[in-house]
């Protein structure tokens, strides 16, 4: 058995060694033919390439065009007719224009402001950041000089308890709070344009607190009462379908008819002008008056629909007073 045993372990081993051997050969073998094949195959490439630049070459030195396929072909495109008319493609949302008021300086500068904990900060609109550009510069401008500027009143803030604490306002493009505190109109959900004061800027939050009771003060504080047929500065301070409403020195209130459409109406609030007291109730501090000039309508506004200003009053029947408002 051992004979038999080794005898078999010495043909195991032969035909291994001749099976390697066969092995490595053909390994060898198919390399050598793969360097070969591939050898002529880069030849082959590059010959047609170095071809194929030359015939490219000799073609654009006599001025023949290489090729026009159908992606870069010119499209014809037909000539329409002498008196056609060209309907432009037709949109189903398309910006008109826009009734919030633009308040800019374009003398962007640096400006030295003081926040609420005494932090002072230098701020300079003309370099690249968050406060460049002519709208910071028009509200770091009306903060530095006590100057009022225009607002747009987006939408009330609500507490906790439901009750409006105040309004998001927007000067131009940037973000600004009217506390209730400081509001001189009824409580209303309506967007409409009024005119502020700046009362505080946080350059690190960029916050702006505003304030339409010191822009009143601001602008009426020296004037004196109105009085019956005599002429007086004025605020566009509302209106409803049939009247407008203003703000008068004194806390007074004014009101006059209009006949221009709501559209046209909506970009004068906030404006100062000029009127004249056709009647006056000192007691209430209401009067009836008549503008002597009309500020002139931001086109294209005239022709935006009237709906986004056209939201019902408080006590529609009687004229907005100025102690009407949420305290």
Same mark, same amino acid.
């Given at each position: 058995?051992?004979?038999?045993? &080794?005898?078999?372990?010495?043909?195991?081993?032969? !035909?291994?060694?001749?099976?390697?051997?066969?092995?490595?050969?053909?390994?060898?073998?198919?390399?050598?033919?793969?360097?070969? !094949?591939?050898?002529?195959?880069?030849?082959?490439?590059? &010959?047609?390439?170095?071809?194929?630049?030359?015939?490219?070459?000799?073609?654009?030195?006599?001025?023949?065009?290489?090729?026009?396929?159908?992606?870069?072909?010119?499209?014809?495109?037909?000539? /329409?007719?002498?008196?056609?008319?060209?309907?432009?493609? *037709?949109?189903?949302?398309?910006?008109?224009?826009?009734?919030?008021?633009?308040?800019?300086?374009?003398?962007?500068?640096? =400006?030295?402001?003081?926040?609420?904990? #005494?932090?002072?900060?230098?701020?300079?609109?003309?370099?690249?950041?968050? =406060?460049?550009?002519?709208?910071?510069?028009?509200?770091?401008?009306?903060?530095?000089?006590?100057? $009022?500027?225009? *607002?747009?009143?987006?939408?009330?803030?609500? #507490?906790?308890?439901?009750?409006?604490? #105040?309004?998001?306002?927007?000067?131009?493009?940037?973000?600004?709070?009217?506390?209730?505190?400081?509001?001189?109109?009824? $409580?209303?959900?309506?967007?409409?344009?009024?005119?502020?004061?700046?009362?505080?800027?946080?350059?690190?939050?960029?916050?702006?607190?505003?304030?339409?009771?010191?822009?009143?003060?601001?602008?009426?504080?020296?004037?004196?009462?109105?009085? *019956?047929?005599?002429? $007086?500065?004025?605020?566009?301070?509302?209106?409803?379908?049939? =009247?407008?409403? !203003?703000?008068?020195?004194?806390?007074?209130?004014?009101?006059?008819?209009?006949?221009?459409?709501?559209?046209?109406?909506? /970009?004068?609030?906030?404006?100062? $002008?000029?009127?004249?007291?056709?009647?006056?109730?000192?007691?209430?501090?209401? &009067?009836?008056?008549?503008?002597?000039?009309?500020?002139?309508?931001?086109?294209?506004? &005239?022709?935006?629909?009237?709906?986004?200003?056209?939201?019902?009053?408080? #006590?529609?029947?009687?004229?907005?007073?100025?102690?009407?408002?949420?305290?």
């Amino acid at each position: 058995m051992k004979i038999i045993y &080794a005898f078999g372990r010495m043909l195991y081993g032969f !035909f291994y060694a001749i099976f390697s051997l066969v092995r490595y050969l053909l390994q060898g073998i198919w390399k050598i033919l793969y360097g070969f !094949f591939y050898a002529i195959f880069f030849l082959i490439k590059w &010959a047609f390439k170095i071809i194929y630049f030359i015939i490219k070459a000799f073609l654009y030195l006599f001025g023949v065009p290489w090729k026009t396929t159908a992606s870069h072909a010119p499209i014809e495109q037909p000539t /329409p007719p002498e008196h056609a008319v060209v309907f432009p493609e *037709a949109k189903a949302i398309v910006k008109v224009g826009t009734i919030v008021p633009v308040e800019e300086d374009h003398g962007l500068r640096t =400006f030295t402001i003081l926040n609420a904990e #005494g932090e002072i900060f230098k701020i300079n609109t003309a370099l690249p950041g968050p =406060f460049y550009g002519p709208n910071w510069t028009r509200v770091l401008s009306c903060y530095e000089t006590k100057e $009022t500027v225009m *607002a747009r009143l987006v939408k009330p803030t609500y #507490g906790q308890q439901g009750r409006i604490i #105040g309004y998001q306002v927007r000067i131009g493009k940037i973000k600004a709070f009217l506390p209730i505190s400081q509001a001189i109109r009824p $409580t209303t959900e309506r967007p409409i344009n009024i005119r502020v004061s700046i009362i505080q800027i946080n350059p690190t939050e960029r916050k702006v607190l505003v304030s339409a009771k010191q822009a009143y003060y601001t602008i009426f504080g020296k004037k004196p009462l109105p009085k *019956a047929s005599e002429e $007086t500065d004025a605020i566009f301070w509302d209106y409803d379908d049939e =009247f407008l409403y !203003f703000l008068l020195p004194g806390e007074y209130v004014g009101q006059a008819s209009y006949q221009e459409e709501p559209s046209v109406v909506s /970009p004068w609030m906030g404006k100062i $002008t000029r009127c004249r007291i056709e009647s006056i109730q000192s007691q209430e501090q209401r &009067a009836i008056v008549s503008l002597i000039s009309t500020p002139q309508a931001m086109d294209p506004v &005239a022709s935006l629909p009237s709906e986004p200003d056209q939201f019902p009053l408080p #006590g529609e029947d009687e004229i907005p007073s100025l102690s009407k408002r949420e305290e």
